[in-house]
């Protein structure tokens, strides 16, 4: 146990760590460590490791190779790409190198800081799970229902049956069957897939399905490519289709 405001230099392999308030740990040999970090300010130098941040929690992990698990409110920045961070509280912030591979479990959230970039993450969002991730280009992969993402110009593909919403301009929205998507913001791309259900607010959308059911929000703008669809327009909304027929169109707003 690494004491408050204290130092430590560290060979060896395999050993169990805690990291106190403004503590620091130096590996100079050796990998396999476990660290808990219970403090705030902490550094953790080391590789091929694993570091949990408890819950309030702020920790420095520099080093490569490293599993990194964030908990509720949890401060984590991480300096190697090759690092892997879980998030498995809410309220998490992440500091990340581009290229950095995040999971947010089922019910977890966190937002990502513009620090080295953090553009390139690869995210995996497990159901019910939030990311904020507005800095640079990013892919995001989607299981389960009751996401929330917060993007731009990134790359999304959903599992079937999966679900999210997603906040942002000039994303890219992929979906196979089943899925529930709701975009706003600007720009966007949503290829829907089939037995899609999506809900459109915002301008310059563009919705790629066939035999889905669209709701297109008020004052908002999409064009549309394929058949079939059911598609319910607000007040001061706008569809165009740009290819396709056989489309049935709801109108309940004005305008």
Not at 52 to 62: F, L, N, P, Q, Y
Not at 74 to 83: E, G, K, M, P
């Amino acid at each position: 146990a690494i004491g408050p405001s204290s130092w430590t230099y560290l060979a060896g392999s395999n050993d169990a760590v805690t990291l106190g308030n403004s503590s620091s740990l130096y590996v100079t040999s050796g990998t396999g460590h476990t660290v808990d970090v219970t403090g705030t300010n902490a550094t953790a130098q080391v590789s091929n490791s694993t570091v949990v941040a408890e819950a309030g929690s702020a920790v420095t992990v520099t080093g490569t190779n490293d599993a990194v698990t964030a908990k509720t409110n949890a401060a984590v920045s991480v300096s190697a790409a090759s690092d892997t961070v879980d998030v498995v509280g809410t309220g998490v912030q992440l500091y990340l190198q581009n290229g950095t591979a995040v999971t947010v479990e089922s019910g977890a959230g966190a937002v990502t800081q513009a620090w080295g970039g953090g553009s390139g993450l690869a995210v995996t969002l497990k159901g019910n799970s939030s990311i904020v991730a507005a800095y640079g280009t990013n892919t995001v992969a989607v299981s389960g229902t009751g996401n929330t993402a917060t993007l731009q110009s990134s790359s999304v593909t959903l599992a079937a049956g999966a679900g999210i919403a997603v906040a942002g301009s000039s994303s890219t929205i992929n979906a196979t069957t089943g899925a529930t998507i709701a975009i706003s913001g600007s720009y966007d791309t949503v290829n829907a897939g089939s037995g899609a259900t999506v809900s459109v607010a915002g301008s310059y959308h563009t919705v790629n399905a066939s035999n889905d059911t669209i709701a297109i929000g008020p004052s908002s703008w999409t064009y549309l490519a394929g058949s079939n669809d059911a598609v319910t327009l607000g007040n001061s909304s706008s569809l165009y289709v740009t290819s396709g027929t056989g489309h049935t169109v709801d109108v309940t707003g004005t305008n």
